[in-house]
């Protein structure tokens, strides 16, 4: 009976302590699941015009997108202000992954030198994969006498001051690689802006202006229509797209390189795993053959797998870069 009665006395004590303890012990809540990602329709912001490069991509990538994720994605373009008008709409969308930005590296690396606003560009955007890339070319009018990059700068040289170049934007790369070309060959281009590549084109087909520096995308019908005739291209390698075009490099200027590449962008704080998933969905679709094959025929190339960290790095590069460029000239902003 005494042997009892202590073990009754220990299972009690034990029982008491471990009450005591569930008691005292803080109340362990359970944490709500995350919301399932997306939960309603996707837009994708398009920094350009109607039927322009970034409206095309974004619709491609639109479709793509609805198909994975089993919910409604649609492009909707918005032009204005070289894309600070589509960087604002995106920065006044709710922060949860619902709203998407498809624009070119040049919102973060160039549009901050070229256009007054409140916004940073750098911070409202985060990219979170490379969609396609692409390079600029040298572009004549068909009647103008130089063929290539050689006679180009010998006519130049026989002729100072009266040649022009247009460029789709003052302040932009394809403003910037006229005036490197003037250094670098020792000649003087005289550059005239434009707004857009549209109509800049139309008057170099037209010959009212015998030069352009233009993205490829863009000019790359027209050359094969013979509408107008390429020069040289400012891509590291020759490009899939114009086989037959000398690069910059191989012709001896190598500081007229320069890629451009288009993105898919977000706010930066939406959530970690909403932009991983992002990423992730892209990067399969990119892989498709069909994407790719699209993608070219619009005059893109394969984009390139860096991070978002590796893409943020090249941003601010080509932001001091093109930053040196602009003050040596004492370029002012509109």
């Known amino acids: 009976m005494i042997s009892a009665f202590f073990t009754r006395r220990r299972f009690l004590s034990r029982t008491c302590i471990a009450a005591a303890s569930t008691l005292a012990a803080p109340r362990v809540l359970a944490q709500p699941a995350p919301a399932p990602w997306p939960a309603r329709p996707v837009r994708i912001i398009a920094a350009g015009p109607a039927g322009g490069s970034a409206d095309i991509i974004a619709r491609l990538l639109a479709d793509q997108l609805a198909k994975e994720f089993g919910q409604a994605v649609y492009a909707e373009p918005k032009p204005g202000a070289g894309g600070v008008l589509a960087v604002t709409d995106l920065s006044q969308a709710p922060h949860d992954g619902h709203t998407l930005l498809v624009g070119v590296n040049s919102l973060v690396s160039e549009v901050p030198h070229i256009v007054k606003s409140r916004l940073d560009m750098a911070r409202e955007l985060k990219p979170v994969a490379e969609l396609a890339r692409s390079g600029l070319v040298l572009v004549a009018t068909?009647?103008?006498?130089?063929?290539?990059?050689?006679?180009?700068?010998?006519?130049?040289?026989?002729?100072?001051?009266?040649?022009?170049?247009?460029?789709?934007?003052?302040?932009?790369?394809?403003?910037?690689?006229?005036?490197?070309?003037?250094?670098?060959?020792?000649?003087?281009?005289?550059?005239?802006?434009?707004?857009?590549?549209?109509?800049?084109?139309?008057?170099?087909?037209?010959?009212?202006?015998?030069?352009?520096?233009?993205?490829?995308?863009?000019?790359?019908?027209?050359?094969?229509?013979?509408?107008?005739?390429?020069?040289?291209?400012?891509?590291?390698?020759?490009?899939t797209l114009l086989p037959e075009v000398a690069t910059f490099r191989e012709l001896g200027y190598p500081q007229l390189e320069a890629t451009a590449w288009m993105g898919l962008w977000v706010q930066p704080d939406v959530p970690a795993p909403v932009q991983q998933r992002l990423r992730e969905t892209v990067l399969k679709v990119l892989a498709q053959p069909a994407v790719r094959d699209r993608l070219q025929d619009i005059g893109f190339e394969p984009a390139q797998p860096r991070d978002p960290q590796e893409l943020a790095a090249s941003l601010r590069a080509d932001y001091e870069r093109m930053g040196a460029v602009l003050k040596s000239i004492d370029f002012k902003p509109e």
């Open 142 to 239: 068909p009647a103008f006498p130089a063929n290539n990059l050689a006679e180009l700068i010998a006519y130049t040289k026989a002729h100072p001051g009266q040649v022009n170049y247009a460029s789709y934007t003052a302040g932009t790369v394809s403003h910037v690689l006229g005036l490197q070309l003037n250094k670098a060959a020792g000649i003087d281009m005289m550059h005239v802006g434009y707004k857009g590549s549209t109509p800049a084109l139309t008057d170099l087909m037209g010959g009212h202006i015998p030069l352009m520096f233009d993205g490829m995308a863009t000019s790359l019908p027209l050359i094969k229509a013979g509408k107008i005739k390429a020069l040289a291209v400012t891509t590291p390698k020759r490009s």
